[in-house]
């Protein structure tokens, strides 16, 4: 797939400000500082589509992109950040679970977990919770760059063990900067968004 064309459609922090129609949509999900916009941007092909930041935890909205004018991926709000006041997490929290328990055209989730640390507690609640609800999910190590070839295998065992993943389950590890991973993230996103 290559996408040619992105644009953001909408900004909401309810339900009364998603799009209003039948698109497909793909949610990418992960703690503050994951690199979810830096991969975003990337696969999108546009420099500054989703904001980077050098504080995390700026997102504090949902956000959809038009794709091609065929489906949307949409930037849910980071979690885990400390310096982030905890009425506004919880915020959040409540935001993020109305769109995925409530979202018919949701068709894919993208679970983002940094490759160089074991899974916090919450993205293990927010992936058990994603497979309480039967969400289509794909759990995808970001910042594959930032550690030795020779330790990747052993931090996506931890990860896929961390998570409970059976041997089907896939785990794509990307690195915006290297550009790797990407193709297989983007086909991954074009087997289910038609």
Known sequence: MIIKKAELAAIAVRANGYPNDDMPEIAFAGRSNV?????LNLLT??????????????????NFYLINDE???VDLPGYGYAKISKSVTENWG?????????????VLVVL???IRHKPSEQDI?????????????????TKADKISRGATAGNLRIIRESLGLSPSETVIPVSALKRTGVEE???AIESVAR
């Open 185 to 187: 993230l983007l086909a």
């Open 125 to 141: 609640q927010l992936f058990e919770w994603l497979r309480h609800y039967e969400l289509n999910t794909l759990v995808v190590a």
């Open 71 to 73: 489906f949307r991926i």
């Open 45 to 62: 092909g546009r420099r500054r589509l989703a904001k980077v930041s050098g504080n995390p935890g700026k997102t504090r909205t949902i």
């Open 112 to 114: 983002l977990a940094d």
């Open 35 to 39: 690199g979810k916009s830096s991969l």
């Open 94 to 106: 409540e935001m993020v679970e109305t769109y995925l328990k409530g979202r018919k055209r949701l």
